[in-house]
DNA sequence: ACCTGAACACCGTTCAAGT
DNA sequence: ACCTGAACACCGTTCAAGT
């Protein structure tokens, strides 16, 4: 698709900013302020860009204006930036699932209903991020890291079952097992959702929301 | 791991021999009998043999003993290659669901546990394999063919489903919705399995099994 | 008809050298 | 301290040439 593409931008010789500490979006501090940072948000932006890309480390360091050598000052290998890109992806989100339940929904259905939502949700609209996450490019001592991160971003999902198991709401089972069933039910949605395989056409509704209700239905009490 | 590693196996100028129509397993027809065979088989033996395998088209040729461009002969790219593996997995998932329930269990429940467990076993048993079939790295259009090859995998699930449904033993609900929940929850159950992130450690039993009787629960009449 | 060898445009990674 | 340029060992893919 892009053979032999210019450089998109020249190194630019501007005069040097000094290293803004306060996080302004707009800039551009390229190969003098925090590279790091650039390289992070570079990397995350072509992770937005197409689900059906190809990440390339050199292509990263093309877009941020540097040599294809200097990612390796910032960051050991690929693979060390790739599970930067799925940790952040992991908070964030964990920040979302708490926003879909911030002003609480009243019932507990509803609740277990935006949770759900929200989960799916974002890995619809975030395929490329999503699937790094899960997908074990980022090494394999990453799980440590990872699994950490991931079940820190699955509090919401725990505390919103322990709600509705106090309040009778949900059946009184083992937290962790049904956690893990949501869990899974929500994955694996999202994960058929993105690859296409849970199609609207073949199905009568939306089967992402049937799947989900009818999960809902083995933990209503 | 493997820099600079020898040729293993020389072109070996035996005895040409004659194309067998019988499906012999032992058989290294390789470089002059059917060379499209013999690289699958490769292919399905480096998927088998370790999960955290890149895959490469020159390294299938070099075990296939054949030079690197031999393979184009008979795939258009190595995209078509992995959608043959991916075809073959979904064809064999459906035998083993099938095999799951031949001495058909006599309650809904004991078929329904028994599907759902031996789905799981599949993937985990050929974790490799089954990220393939679910990882878009076999081209996009495949979708068309693998979809439609999934489905039929899954007929077991959708014939047990009616089974259930019709016995009175399993709510009444739309079938295709059902079927989506069950296979988004297997689906999940597997993959979060096979990343190492249902460990039972953390967990008090096996969350798998936890996960999939949370489900059977919303299934139950 | 089927396969090889050299070639091209890429990668990830390393390292001496520049500022 | 941070970045560049050349270099190495790989890829996927193509193509003329061999048998």
Redesign the pocket.
């Known amino acids: 698709m892009s053979?032999?593409k210019p450089r998109m931008s020249p190194?630019l010789p501007s005069s040097r900013k000094t290293p803004t500490t306060t996080l302004d979006a707009g800039d551009r501090p390229y190969?003098?302020g925090d590279?790091r940072r650039a390289i992070v948000e570079t990397a995350s932006a072509m992770l937005r860009e197409d689900k059906g890309w190809k990440?390339?480390?050199?292509?990263v360091a093309r877009r941020a204006g540097?040599?294809?050598?200097?990612p390796?000052?910032?960051f050991?290998?690929?693979?060390a930036l790739l599970l930067e890109l799925a940790l952040r992806g992991f908070d964030q989100l964990g920040q979302e699932l708490q926003a879909a339940i911030t002003p609480r929904p009243r019932s507990a259905r509803k609740e277990f209903l935006a949770v759900g939502g929200a989960y799916i949700a974002f890995g619809v609209a975030n395929p490329a991020l999503y699937r790094l996450m899960f997908s074990g490019d980022a090494g394999d001592p990453r799980v440590a890291h990872l699994s950490e991160r991931a079940l820190s971003a699955l509090g919401v999902l725990l505390d919103m079952l322990t709600r509705g198991q106090a309040s009778g709401a949900f059946r009184r089972r083992p937290l962790q097992g049904q956690a893990a069933a949501c869990w899974a039910q929500v994955h694996g949605i999202t994960m058929l959702s993105i690859e296409g395989l849970l199609m609207p056409e073949k199905v009568g509704t939306t089967p992402a929301q049937d799947a989900l209700e009818t999960l809902l239905d083995g933990v209503l009490a």
Chains 1, 2 share one sequence.
């Open positions: 053979p032999g190194p190969h003098h590279l990440f390339t480390l050199r292509e540097v040599s294809h050598a200097a390796y000052k910032h050991p290998d690929k693979a």
